[in-house]
């Protein structure tokens, strides 16, 4: 089947082409599955005794690799939607989904649905490309699901409305801490394994559970002869469309506030650069105020100040970063004054605590644990203890809104762990790892098993207090 793409491009010589693409759709692109009875023997990668096949949306595949990654995880289906996505926007864990699905052992299949005319899908007018692939991952999920009716189907995902959408295609779908905690029994470290991330959390996951419970009580209702509202399945399109709207709309509970914004798309991030909007640079983090970065700009005539960790947005010391410059009413002069240390241990605790229900902001600098004092006989380095030519010492101020290059250190980072703490009537399991160096956060763990391990993952600050759960690497 040939199916035809065409769209209108402006050339470098100002002329306007149209350019007509062949786009070929078959059918004899196999499940990869023994259970069908249509698949190529060949091609057969699932198992036939699985207990269950996973589809997985772009999401998942960019940020929960080291869940992906345990060898509980088998017999997963993994869309070319998913896998072009994946590799378009980070080269690292593109590479990584290749070897997975190249390993004999984690049996991850790869599933041409952009060349099959069954699930093949074409973007709806106002239709974003990024809910085009979403409908796309939902198509191939309910076609394995009638193609092996024998085999349940669950869609892995993060997002409520791709959660409420599929519920009203009658696709199982779950979140990733849902399915860790179904799989408790056979592999309780999987829930340290999943990453939190800004898309997804607890409101978000309550929003999804309505939605799901609104589709599945009009599901119900037509199946018993009741009214159905204008056309087929409304009621369940319009409880996808509700959550989809609530969470795109960011209502969250008061209880935990987002205090990042997401980083700028790589496209955004490129044109605002060659237009003069953002300026690209290394940050530099004060030696002794890690509230405090620079980054360096040709362009602006003298270094960039990035004051507090909201700017900073989750970037750390050495990251090339890019930069929006901020109104010049918004620009602030040099800290000189260094974060205190608490006098009581009570206040010491109050920003590991804060951090749990996003309270945290910059007026919690001077509770800082005294790790950040210095000696009164030494004097602030670099650019902030140097003078500006503005009248009030007011220097150009922005904040970061994207990261080109994390700047990992080979001989990884030093630091001491603070004792263990445990939640009230859980088995819950919190420690902080305090670095050295003054310019790199603080790390917390939280991680559920009786004996757990952790690693130093620095890649996902979700709050002043960097917060990431895990389980590999060093005994504790």
Request: net charge positive; charged share 25%.
């Amino acid at each position: 089947m040939l199916h035809k793409k065409s769209f209108v491009k402006k050339t470098k010589g100002g002329k306007i082409v149209k350019v007509v693409r062949e786009h070929y759709l078959r059918d004899d692109i196999w499940s990869g599955s023994p259970l069908d009875p249509r698949c190529d023997p060949s091609a057969h990668k699932l198992a036939a005794d699985a207990k269950h096949y996973l589809v997985i949306d772009t999401n998942v595949a960019l940020h929960q690799m080291d869940f992906l990654e345990h060898p509980a995880i088998k017999d997963v289906v993994v869309c070319r939607t998913v896998v072009e996505e994946v590799e378009h926007r980070n080269k690292a864990g593109g590479q990584r989904l290749k070897a997975l699905c190249q390993s004999p052992t984690k049996r991850f299949f790869v599933f041409s649905n952009e060349h099959h005319k069954e699930t093949y899908v074409k973007e709806e007018p106002g239709e974003s490309p990024n809910d085009r692939n979403d409908r796309a991952i939902r198509v191939v999920a309910k076609w394995y699901a009638d193609r092996l009716p024998s085999m349940p189907i669950l869609l892995l995902t993060n997002d409520a409305g791709n959660l409420a959408a599929a519920a009203a295609m009658g696709i199982t779908g779950m979140t990733l801490p849902s399915y860790a905690r179904s799989r408790a029994a056979d592999a309780p470290e999987l829930q340290d394994l999943v990453a939190r991330q800004e898309f997804m959390d607890e409101d978000d996951a309550t929003l999804a559970a309505e939605a799901i419970a609104a589709a599945a009580a009009a599901t119900a209702g037509s199946a018993r002869g009741g009214p159905a509202g204008p056309g087929p399945g409304s009621n369940r399109d319009a409880a996808a469309a509700t959550a989809a709207a609530n969470s795109s709309s960011g209502q969250r509970s008061s209880k935990r506030k987002r205090l990042f914004e997401q980083h700028r798309p790589m496209s955004d991030i490129q044109a605002g650069i060659a237009a003069g909007r953002y300026h690209q640079g290394a940050l530099r983090v004060n030696r002794f105020n890690p509230f405090e970065g620079w980054v360096s700009s040709e362009a602006v005539g003298r270094d960039i100040l990035i004051s507090g960790r909201i700017d900073m947005n989750r970037a750390i010391d050495g990251d090339i970063v890019v930069v929006e410059l901020l109104p010049e009413s918004q620009w602030k002069a040099p800290s000189r004054v260094l974060p205190r240390a608490a006098t009581k241990q009570s206040k010491g605790n109050q920003l590991l605590n804060n951090a749990d229900d996003g309270s945290t902001d910059e007026a919690d600098a001077d509770i800082a644990p005294e790790i950040f004092q210095v000696a009164p006989e030494q004097d602030l380095e670099g650019p902030a203890a140097l003078s500006s030519s503005l009248p009030d010492g007011r220097r150009p101020t922005g904040r970061v809104v994207g990261v080109i290059r994390r700047n990992w250190r080979t001989r990884g980072y030093c630091g001491s762990l603070k004792p263990e703490e445990l939640g009230a009537g859980s088995s819950t399991k919190s420690l902080l790892f305090v670095p050295v160096d003054r310019r790199y956060p603080m790390i917390r763990w939280v991680c559920h098993s009786s004996t757990f391990k952790a690693v130093i993952h620095l890649f996902s600050c979700c709050s002043s207090i960097s917060t990431h759960r895990c389980s590999q690497c060093m005994m504790v």
